[in-house]
């Protein structure tokens, strides 16, 4: 396989300075790089913008613009809030509490835990009104190849009759 991991994964936020206070503040990513520019270095274009970097314990990093000259940015409207969001992983259940507590004494509303069967997560909104998840792996890796084994005929399930299968690993706990 050719791709290595994720380099970063890009939103836009409405203040810069906003947006690095809450991941440090709350999230404990580093700040690392601000590259500002007037004009957009693969097109040409004029938008002035600065393009914020942390990077997170994997060497990976997560991204915003922001881009004061634009219209005003507008999450996508037919799309479920729950839908779009940014999961990023934790080590265990007591970084997974100890970050929701952080956050809920900050006023940040905090959905969670949830359990998934393949992880627990919380849920919270930054300052932009992104969604994002925290989450630790609690799969087994007995479930992990359960899920391999049925991903391509759970996909064509889903493909005929867009419907979740009768019988799944996730839906049987005693299988899991």
């Known amino acids: 396989m050719s791709v290595q991991g994720l380099h970063h994964v890009a939103y836009r936020c409405h203040d810069a300075k906003e947006t690095t206070d809450f991941y440090t503040k709350y999230l404990d990513l580093d700040f690392n790089m601000a590259l500002a520019e007037n ?24 991204a915003f613009f922001e881009l004061p000259e634009s219209d005003a940015m507008t999450l996508d409207q037919n799309t479920p809030e729950w839908v779009q969001h940014l999961a990023l992983k934790v080590d265990d259940m007591e970084i997974l509490e100890r970050y929701k507590q952080r956050l809920v004494d900050g006023g940040v509303d905090v959905v969670g835990p949830t359990d998934h069967t393949i992880c627990q997560s919380i849920y919270f909104f930054d300052p932009n009104g992104h969604r994002v998840e925290l989450a630790v792996d609690t799969a087994t890796p007995d479930l992990i190849k359960t899920l391999e084994g049925v991903a391509t005929s759970t996909l064509d399930e889903w493909s005929k009759t867009k419907r979740a299968p009768d019988v799944h690993p996730l839906h049987d706990k005693a299988g899991a």
């Open 39 to 62: 004009y957009v270095p693969s097109t040409g274009e004029w938008s002035p913008h600065i393009h914020i970097f942390f990077q997170m314990g994997d060497g990976s990093y997560v």
